[in-house]
């Protein structure tokens, strides 16, 4: 039975409502309302800023070698200490570790893995943009016994029971699939829950707007110049009409703008990170917004391959990505599978 939606319906209400009509089970809604709860400290973390202590860098890089902001790693720890001792997980993997995090043995083990981005475009926390939180859920392959191999996170995209986004921003959003439609849940401040606001996402088909670093074009590929060339060339170009841009450089944020209205965005291929493959990673931010997104009606692809079907190899590979507007996306693909 549908949940009465004349009534706020908050995220315990959701996913219980869910869990009933069989999708997922107690610990994957038990991982979720933790993920969800972290998220919320995440937020307040954030939101302090400067009053906090929290801005700027930690003095330490990640296993992609990048330099770590303190939020970076506040999160990661928020997120890691949250999920330790529910029972319902396995693992835990981390755009910001080398290697899992293995459940302590103090606690019991569950049969869940989480994947997730703990502050996705940490770049803009400083200048007071929106940044977020990705998440990704696996079931762990091997049962519920001893230490998790890295290898059980290598499961296509496709294998994903539930898949979300945090949206830190002039309010604080979460956005949530769990194989059958992509969800909205605002975080009421006062009350401290996640309100069910938009049920069912669609992102329209088709879109006049696109979201990509135009500073690394002449560094892109041959494909991807020619249709960013249509694009541009507007009304008197092949596609007759204006395209309009947009660029946050916090892959949340972009993504939720199409969510919301729809757009295509891409981080392709260029010559300056074709030996890493491409800058966004496959299992924390590739994989779970291609699922949200496809889940919405919108497609996701790296140009060769939809996205969900990629057969990750390792635990920070990295992928092109092309994802929103279902249209859009066949139109760039199509320039891709020309050449
Ligand atoms: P991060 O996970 O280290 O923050 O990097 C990922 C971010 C994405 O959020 C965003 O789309 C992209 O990097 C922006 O890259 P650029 O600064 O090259 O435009
Ligand atoms: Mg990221």
């Keep these: 039975m549908k949940p009465d939606l004349r009534g706020p319906v908050s995220l315990t209400q959701y996913l219980t409502e869910e869990r009933r009509a069989g999708y997922g089970d107690t610990d994957l809604i038990q991982l979720l309302e933790i993920v969800a709860r972290a998220c919320k400290r995440i937020a307040v973390a954030t939101g302090k800023g400067a009053l906090g202590g929290v801005l700027g860098e930690a003095g330490t890089g990640n296993i992609q070698g990048e330099a770590q902001k303190k939020l970076d790693v506040i999160s990661n720890e928020i997120l890691l200490d949250a999920n330790a001792w529910g029972g319902h997980l396995a693992a835990c993997a981390s755009e910001e570790m080398e290697h899992p995090q293995q459940i302590p043995d103090a606690y019991p083990r569950g049969g869940y893995l989480l994947l997730f981005d703990p502050l996705d475009g940490s770049s803009n926390i400083d200048v007071n943009i929106s940044v977020g939180t990705i998440f990704s859920v696996l079931k762990r392959p091997g049962g519920h016994r001893g230490r998790v191999e890295t290898s059980e996170f290598l499961q296509p995209g496709t294998n994903q029971v539930a898949a979300g986004y945090v949206v830190y921003g002039s309010c604080t959003l979460l956005v949530l699939t769990l194989g059958h439609g992509t969800h909205v849940f605002t975080l009421d401040r006062e009350a401290g829950s996640f309100i069910l606001t938009r049920r069912d996402v669609q992102i329209p088909e088709d879109t006049s707007e696109f979201a990509i670093n135009m500073s690394n074009q002449r560094f892109w590929e041959a494909p991807m110049q020619r249709y960013i060339g249509d694009l541009l060339a507007g009304k008197?170009?092949?596609?007759?009409?204006?395209?309009?841009?947009?660029?946050?450089?916090?892959?949340?944020?972009?993504?939720?703008?199409?969510?919301?209205?729809?757009?295509?965005?891409?981080?392709?291929?260029?010559?300056?990170?074709?030996?890493?493959?491409?800058?966004?990673?496959?299992?924390?931010?590739?994989?779970?917004?291609?699922?949200?997104?496809?889940?919405?009606?919108?497609?996701?692809?790296?140009?060769?391959?939809?996205?969900?079907?990629?057969?990750?190899?390792?635990?920070?590979?990295?992928?092109?990505?092309?994802?929103?507007?279902?249209?859009?996306?066949?139109?760039?693909?199509?320039?891709?599978?020309?050449?």
Excluded: C
């Design 236 to 339: 008197e170009g092949p596609r007759g009409r204006d395209f309009n841009m947009r660029w946050v450089a916090s892959m949340v944020a972009d993504v939720h703008r199409i969510i919301t209205r729809g757009g295509i965005f891409s981080y392709p291929l260029d010559s300056k990170i074709k030996a890493k493959g491409g800058k966004l990673r496959l299992m924390y931010e590739a994989n779970p917004m291609s699922f949200i997104v496809e889940q919405a009606g919108g497609a996701a692809h790296t140009g060769r391959e939809r996205i969900l079907e990629v057969q990750p190899e390792g635990l920070h590979q990295r992928v092109p990505v092309i994802l929103g507007s279902k249209n859009e996306v066949a139109q760039a693909v199509r320039y891709h599978t020309d050449a």
